[in-house]
């Protein structure tokens, strides 16, 4: 089932597909394998490589981000998306990424802000606000920042009701969970029209943040 922050972020990642050209870098991708509504813009671009930590994704570059077997400025674009929250040692992860990455080049990047802890939950360990985020990238060597919060109030609501849905234990509340997440679901679009009259509380309440760097 969709959340309203996997819906932001399909926009945003269909908003700015046009950056995405020449050698791309998808940092945690996985082959074949589409981002809920979002699909890799292959016909745009020179390659399209995968780095993840798995084997079993059969990734181009199986290894840490901190540490990419690649030439400097080797990828126009890097592509990272929901994985920097799982990083031990973030800053060392963005200086890869702004060695590797061409002179004039995008990287486009996301992160969770008022968001459960999810996926590997061993190992989600961050959350950081707008103000941090721009000053690690400054210190990296990033100078064109452009950090966009996603959703606002009702966004950050309804993800919290469907994840926390999620988690009954027994099969009668299993089902009645089950129930109120496909509600949850239709209703999703209503959620995100009314986070348009709640704009203005995106810079403090957010899912999280789209960031555009260029270098």
Same mark, same amino acid.
């Given at each position: 089932?969709?959340?309203?922050?996997?819906?932001?972020?399909?926009?945003?990642?269909?908003?700015?597909?046009?950056?995405?050209?020449?050698? *791309? $870098?998808?940092?945690?991708? !996985?082959?074949? %394998?589409?981002? #809920?509504?979002?699909?890799?813009?292959?016909?745009?671009? @020179?390659?399209?490589?995968?780095?993840?930590?798995?084997?079993?994704?059969?990734?181009?570059?199986?290894?840490?981000?901190?540490?990419?077997?690649?030439?400097?400025?080797?990828?126009?674009?890097?592509?990272?998306?929901?994985?920097?929250?799982?990083?031990?040692?973030?800053?060392? *992860? $963005?200086?890869?990424?702004? !060695?590797?990455? %061409?002179?004039? #080049?995008?990287?486009?990047?996301?992160?969770?802000?008022? @968001?459960?802890?999810?996926?590997?939950?061993?190992?989600?360990?961050?959350?950081?606000?707008?103000?941090?985020?721009?000053?690690?990238?400054?210190?990296?060597?990033?100078?064109?920042?452009?950090?966009?919060?996603?959703?606002?109030?009702?966004?950050?609501?309804?993800?919290?009701?469907?994840?926390?849905?999620?988690?009954?234990?027994?099969?009668?509340?299993?089902?009645?969970?089950?129930?109120?997440?496909?509600?949850?679901?239709?209703?999703?679009?209503?959620?995100?029209?009314?986070?348009?009259?709640?704009?203005?509380?995106?810079?403090?309440?957010?899912?999280?943040?789209?960031?555009?760097?260029?270098?």
């Amino acid at each position: 089932m969709s959340t309203c922050r996997r819906e932001l972020l399909d926009r945003e990642l269909n908003h700015f597909s046009p950056l995405m050209r020449g050698n *791309v $870098l998808d940092i945690g991708g !996985r082959k074949n %394998s589409r981002r #809920g509504g979002f699909g890799a813009p292959l016909h745009q671009v @020179n390659s399209w490589q995968y780095l993840n930590i798995n084997p079993d994704t059969n990734p181009d570059y199986c290894c840490d981000a901190s540490a990419i077997p690649c030439e400097n400025q080797s990828f126009e674009t890097i592509v990272m998306t929901e994985v920097l929250e799982y990083l031990e040692k973030p800053e060392l *992860v $963005l200086k890869e990424i702004y !060695r590797i990455l %061409s002179s004039n #080049g995008y990287a486009l990047i996301s992160i969770p802000f008022l @968001n459960p802890i999810h996926g590997d939950y061993q190992f989600d360990r961050q959350r950081w606000t707008s103000i941090k985020l721009e000053e690690m990238f400054r210190q990296v060597g990033f100078s064109t920042i452009n950090i966009r919060p996603m959703g606002a109030f009702f966004s950050v609501l309804h993800d919290l009701i469907h994840v926390s849905s999620g988690y009954a234990t027994s099969l009668s509340k299993k089902k009645y969970m089950r129930f109120i997440q496909k509600c949850l679901h239709l209703c999703t679009p209503i959620f995100l029209k009314l986070d348009q009259k709640a704009n203005s509380t995106k810079y403090f309440v957010n899912t999280g943040y789209f960031i555009v760097l260029k270098k």
